[in-house]
T-cell receptor, first 118, second 113 residues
Framework: EAQVTQNPRYLITVTGKKLTVTCSQN?????MSWYRQDPGLGLRQIYY???????DKGDVPEGYKVSRKEKRNFPLILESPSPNQTSLYFC?????????????????FGPGTRLTVL | KNEVEQSPQNLTAQEGEFITINCSYS?????LHWLQQHPGGGIVSLFM???GKKKHGRLIATINIQEKHSSLHITASHPRDSAVYIC???????????????FGKGTHLIIQP
Protein backbone atom coordinates (compact mmCIF):
# COMPACT_ATOMS: atom_id res chain seq x y z
CA GLU A 1 0.00 0.00 0.00
CA ALA A 2 1.34 3.41 -1.02
CA GLN A 3 1.78 5.47 2.09
CA VAL A 4 3.71 8.01 4.13
CA THR A 5 4.44 6.93 7.69
CA GLN A 6 5.46 9.09 10.63
CA ASN A 7 6.72 8.11 14.06
CA PRO A 8 5.92 8.75 16.75
CA ARG A 9 2.28 9.74 16.36
CA TYR A 10 2.20 11.39 19.77
CA LEU A 11 5.08 12.74 21.83
CA ILE A 12 5.30 14.70 25.06
CA THR A 13 8.77 15.93 25.93
CA VAL A 14 10.55 18.60 27.91
CA THR A 15 12.37 21.73 26.84
CA GLY A 16 15.86 21.09 25.54
CA LYS A 17 15.64 17.33 25.06
CA LYS A 18 16.64 16.52 21.49
CA LEU A 19 14.11 14.56 19.47
CA THR A 20 13.63 13.19 15.98
CA VAL A 21 10.38 12.59 14.15
CA THR A 22 10.81 10.07 11.38
CA CYS A 23 9.09 10.15 8.00
CA SER A 24 9.20 7.42 5.41
CA GLN A 25 7.48 6.93 2.05
CA ASN A 26 7.30 3.86 -0.16
CA UNK A 27 6.36 5.52 -3.44
CA UNK A 28 9.85 6.42 -4.68
CA UNK A 29 8.95 10.11 -4.49
CA UNK A 30 11.67 12.68 -4.97
CA UNK A 31 9.95 15.57 -3.20
CA MET A 32 9.36 15.45 0.56
CA SER A 33 8.41 18.16 3.00
CA TRP A 34 7.54 18.91 6.61
CA TYR A 35 4.69 21.14 7.78
CA ARG A 36 3.42 22.28 11.11
CA GLN A 37 -0.21 23.10 11.78
CA ASP A 38 -1.28 25.53 14.49
CA PRO A 39 -4.74 26.86 15.37
CA GLY A 40 -5.47 30.11 13.55
CA LEU A 41 -2.30 29.87 11.47
CA GLY A 42 -3.03 26.84 9.33
CA LEU A 43 -0.32 24.74 7.75
CA ARG A 44 3.13 26.19 7.31
CA GLN A 45 6.09 24.63 5.58
CA ILE A 46 9.20 23.99 7.67
CA TYR A 47 11.64 22.36 5.24
CA TYR A 48 11.45 20.54 1.95
CA UNK A 49 13.70 18.30 -0.09
CA UNK A 50 13.77 17.89 -3.84
CA UNK A 51 15.93 14.77 -3.75
CA UNK A 52 18.65 13.00 -1.81
CA UNK A 53 21.06 15.48 -0.21
CA UNK A 54 18.99 18.45 -1.50
CA UNK A 55 17.06 20.34 1.16
CA ASP A 56 15.78 23.90 1.49
CA LYS A 57 14.07 26.06 4.07
CA GLY A 58 10.37 26.67 4.03
CA ASP A 59 8.55 29.49 5.79
CA VAL A 60 9.30 28.52 9.41
CA PRO A 61 12.63 26.66 9.59
CA GLU A 62 13.96 28.14 12.85
CA GLY A 63 14.63 25.52 15.50
CA TYR A 64 14.45 22.58 13.09
CA LYS A 65 16.91 20.50 11.09
CA VAL A 66 16.34 17.91 8.40
CA SER A 67 18.42 15.44 6.45
CA ARG A 68 17.83 13.42 3.30
CA LYS A 69 20.39 10.67 3.11
CA GLU A 70 18.03 8.19 1.49
CA LYS A 71 15.21 8.82 -0.93
CA ARG A 72 12.54 7.22 1.24
CA ASN A 73 13.37 8.92 4.56
CA PHE A 74 13.16 12.55 5.64
CA PRO A 75 13.55 12.93 9.41
CA LEU A 76 12.75 16.14 11.26
CA ILE A 77 15.15 16.96 14.08
CA LEU A 78 14.53 19.31 16.98
CA GLU A 79 17.93 19.82 18.60
CA SER A 80 16.62 21.79 21.57
CA PRO A 81 12.82 21.82 21.58
CA SER A 82 10.97 24.73 23.10
CA PRO A 83 7.28 25.13 24.08
CA ASN A 84 6.58 27.21 20.95
CA GLN A 85 7.29 24.10 18.91
CA THR A 86 4.25 22.40 20.38
CA SER A 87 2.24 21.65 17.28
CA LEU A 88 0.81 19.07 14.90
CA TYR A 89 3.43 18.03 12.35
CA PHE A 90 2.83 16.51 8.94
CA CYS A 91 5.25 14.97 6.51
CA UNK A 92 4.29 14.80 2.83
CA UNK A 93 5.76 13.48 -0.38
CA UNK A 94 5.17 13.74 -4.11
CA UNK A 95 6.85 13.13 -7.41
CA UNK A 96 9.30 15.87 -8.30
CA UNK A 97 7.69 18.66 -10.29
CA UNK A 98 9.09 19.00 -13.77
CA UNK A 99 11.53 21.86 -13.87
CA UNK A 100 9.99 24.93 -15.47
CA UNK A 101 6.82 23.09 -16.30
CA UNK A 102 3.40 22.55 -14.83
CA UNK A 103 3.54 18.84 -14.13
CA UNK A 104 3.24 19.19 -10.41
CA UNK A 105 1.91 16.22 -8.62
CA UNK A 106 -0.45 15.40 -5.82
CA UNK A 107 0.92 15.49 -2.30
CA UNK A 108 0.58 12.42 -0.06
CA PHE A 109 0.42 13.24 3.63
CA GLY A 110 1.49 11.22 6.63
CA PRO A 111 -0.95 10.76 9.54
CA GLY A 112 0.58 13.54 11.63
CA THR A 113 2.63 13.74 14.83
CA ARG A 114 1.23 15.64 17.76
CA LEU A 115 4.14 17.09 19.73
CA THR A 116 3.89 18.74 23.13
CA VAL A 117 6.97 20.44 24.60
CA LEU A 118 6.67 21.23 28.30
CA LYS B 1 5.33 35.60 -0.85
CA ASN B 2 1.92 34.43 -1.94
CA GLU B 3 -1.07 35.35 0.19
CA VAL B 4 -3.83 32.75 0.13
CA GLU B 5 -7.30 33.70 1.31
CA GLN B 6 -10.17 31.28 1.72
CA SER B 7 -13.83 32.03 2.21
CA PRO B 8 -15.91 31.36 4.07
CA GLN B 9 -13.95 30.42 7.19
CA ASN B 10 -16.90 28.44 8.54
CA LEU B 11 -19.88 27.02 6.73
CA THR B 12 -22.83 25.06 8.07
CA ALA B 13 -25.32 23.66 5.57
CA GLN B 14 -28.08 21.11 5.35
CA GLU B 15 -27.63 17.73 3.72
CA GLY B 16 -28.21 17.94 -0.02
CA GLU B 17 -27.18 21.55 -0.44
CA PHE B 18 -24.71 22.71 -3.09
CA ILE B 19 -21.53 23.93 -1.41
CA THR B 20 -18.97 26.40 -2.74
CA ILE B 21 -15.64 27.21 -1.09
CA ASN B 22 -13.46 29.93 -2.55
CA CYS B 23 -9.71 30.48 -2.67
CA SER B 24 -7.87 33.58 -3.87
CA TYR B 25 -4.15 34.12 -4.12
CA SER B 26 -1.98 37.13 -4.79
CA UNK B 27 0.92 35.94 -6.95
CA UNK B 28 1.09 33.79 -10.07
CA UNK B 29 1.18 30.08 -9.40
CA UNK B 30 2.16 26.88 -11.15
CA UNK B 31 -0.33 24.68 -9.32
CA LEU B 32 -3.13 24.80 -6.79
CA HIS B 33 -4.12 22.00 -4.43
CA TRP B 34 -7.36 21.34 -2.62
CA LEU B 35 -6.93 19.24 0.52
CA GLN B 36 -9.42 17.72 2.94
CA GLN B 37 -8.68 17.32 6.63
CA HIS B 38 -11.04 15.13 8.63
CA PRO B 39 -11.79 15.60 12.34
CA GLY B 40 -9.24 12.89 13.14
CA GLY B 41 -6.55 15.11 11.64
CA GLY B 42 -5.53 13.16 8.54
CA ILE B 43 -5.06 15.13 5.32
CA VAL B 44 -5.87 13.83 1.87
CA SER B 45 -5.32 15.49 -1.46
CA LEU B 46 -8.54 16.05 -3.40
CA PHE B 47 -7.33 17.89 -6.47
CA MET B 48 -4.27 19.42 -8.00
CA UNK B 49 -4.90 21.76 -10.90
CA UNK B 50 -3.16 24.41 -12.92
CA UNK B 51 -5.98 25.32 -15.31
CA GLY B 52 -9.61 24.64 -16.09
CA LYS B 53 -11.72 22.24 -14.13
CA LYS B 54 -11.53 18.80 -12.55
CA LYS B 55 -14.31 16.55 -11.28
CA HIS B 56 -14.22 13.58 -8.96
CA GLY B 57 -17.53 12.13 -7.89
CA ARG B 58 -19.53 14.91 -6.23
CA LEU B 59 -16.52 17.23 -6.03
CA ILE B 60 -15.65 19.79 -8.68
CA ALA B 61 -12.67 22.14 -8.62
CA THR B 62 -12.19 25.09 -10.95
CA ILE B 63 -9.42 27.59 -11.37
CA ASN B 64 -9.21 30.94 -13.16
CA ILE B 65 -5.52 31.78 -13.56
CA GLN B 66 -6.15 35.32 -14.80
CA GLU B 67 -8.33 36.18 -11.81
CA LYS B 68 -6.11 34.22 -9.37
CA HIS B 69 -9.10 32.39 -7.99
CA SER B 70 -10.24 28.83 -7.47
CA SER B 71 -13.47 27.26 -6.23
CA LEU B 72 -14.29 23.89 -4.76
CA HIS B 73 -17.88 22.74 -5.19
CA ILE B 74 -19.65 19.86 -3.50
CA THR B 75 -22.90 18.70 -5.02
CA ALA B 76 -25.57 16.84 -3.01
CA SER B 77 -23.63 17.41 0.20
CA HIS B 78 -23.65 14.72 2.88
CA PRO B 79 -22.70 14.72 6.58
CA ARG B 80 -19.59 12.67 5.74
CA ASP B 81 -18.35 15.71 3.76
CA SER B 82 -17.93 17.54 7.07
CA ALA B 83 -14.25 18.43 7.27
CA VAL B 84 -11.80 21.28 6.91
CA TYR B 85 -11.02 22.09 3.28
CA ILE B 86 -7.65 23.67 2.62
CA CYS B 87 -6.39 25.46 -0.46
CA UNK B 88 -2.63 25.45 -1.13
CA UNK B 89 -0.64 27.06 -3.92
CA UNK B 90 2.79 26.56 -5.38
CA UNK B 91 4.11 29.91 -6.56
CA UNK B 92 5.86 30.32 -9.86
CA UNK B 93 9.60 30.07 -9.42
CA UNK B 94 11.86 32.15 -11.59
CA UNK B 95 14.36 29.31 -11.57
CA UNK B 96 11.76 26.76 -12.60
CA UNK B 97 12.45 24.71 -9.50
CA UNK B 98 10.21 23.44 -6.75
CA UNK B 99 9.18 26.11 -4.30
CA UNK B 100 7.21 25.30 -1.20
CA UNK B 101 3.47 25.35 -0.76
CA UNK B 102 1.57 28.23 0.81
CA PHE B 103 -1.67 27.31 2.51
CA GLY B 104 -4.94 29.04 3.20
CA LYS B 105 -6.26 28.82 6.75
CA GLY B 106 -8.98 26.41 5.73
CA THR B 107 -12.78 26.34 5.57
CA HIS B 108 -14.51 24.41 8.32
CA LEU B 109 -17.56 22.75 6.74
CA ILE B 110 -20.36 21.10 8.70
CA ILE B 111 -23.17 19.32 6.88
CA GLN B 112 -26.17 18.67 9.08
CA PRO B 113 -28.53 15.76 8.40
Amino acid sequence: EAQVTQNPRYLITVTGKKLTVTCSQNMNHEYMSWYRQDPGLGLRQIYYSMNVEVTDKGDVPEGYKVSRKEKRNFPLILESPSPNQTSLYFCASSLYPASGGYSYNEQFFGPGTRLTVL
Amino acid sequence: KNEVEQSPQNLTAQEGEFITINCSYSVGISALHWLQQHPGGGIVSLFMLSSGKKKHGRLIATINIQEKHSSLHITASHPRDSAVYICAVRSLSSGGGADGLTFGKGTHLIIQP
